[in-house]
C-alpha cells in the first residue's frame, strides 16, 4: 500500500504562486502515474495534472499554461507549482497514485485564493 502526504497548501491573493507537494511511502515500486485532484465546495473531483513514470505530463484545461506537474524520484516526491492564481482555483487538492489494480489517496491540502 501506498501513503501519500500532501503539504504546501494555505491562502494566497490572486495572481500569487504555491507550490504543493506529495510525499509518497510504502510500496511505491509499481507506481505508474501521480496526479493531482481538486474538489471545490459542492463540485465534483477533478483532475488537475498527472505525470506518468515515463514523465509524460497532462493537464487540465483551466490550468494549463499555469500549473506544472514534476517529480524528484530520489525523494519520491511530486509537486504542483501553481502560478497566476485565480480565485476559481480555490478547493481541495488531493494528490493520488495509481498501480495496477489500486489507486491511492492523500488527505488533502487547502488551498483559498482570495483577497
Known amino acids: 500500500q501506498v501513503q501519500l502526504v500532501e503539504s504546501g497548501g494555505g491562502l494566497v491573493q490572486p495572481g500569487g504562486s504555491l507550490r504543493l507537494s506529495c510525499a509518497a511511502s510504502?510500496?511505491?515500486?509499481?507506481?505508474?502515474?501521480m496526479g493531482w485532484y481538486r474538489q471545490a465546495p459542492g463540485k465534483q473531483r477533478e483532475l488537475v495534472a498527472v505525470?506518468?513514470?515515463?514523465?509524460?505530463?497532462n493537464y487540465a484545461d483551466s490550468v494549463k499554461g499555469r500549473f506544472t506537474i514534476s517529480r524528484d524520484n530520489a525523494k519520491n516526491t511530486v509537486y504542483l507549482q501553481m502560478n497566476s492564481l485565480k480565485p476559481e482555483d480555490t478547493a481541495v487538492y488531493y494528490c493520488?497514485?495509481?498501480?495496477?489494480?489500486?489507486?491511492?489517496w492523500g488527505q488533502g491540502t487547502q488551498v483559498t485564493v482570495s483577497s
Open positions: 505525470i506518468t513514470s515515463a514523465d509524460s505530463t
Open positions: 493520488n497514485a495509481a498501480q495496477i489494480g489500486r489507486v491511492s
Open positions: 510504502g510500496s511505491i515500486f509499481s507506481i505508474y502515474a
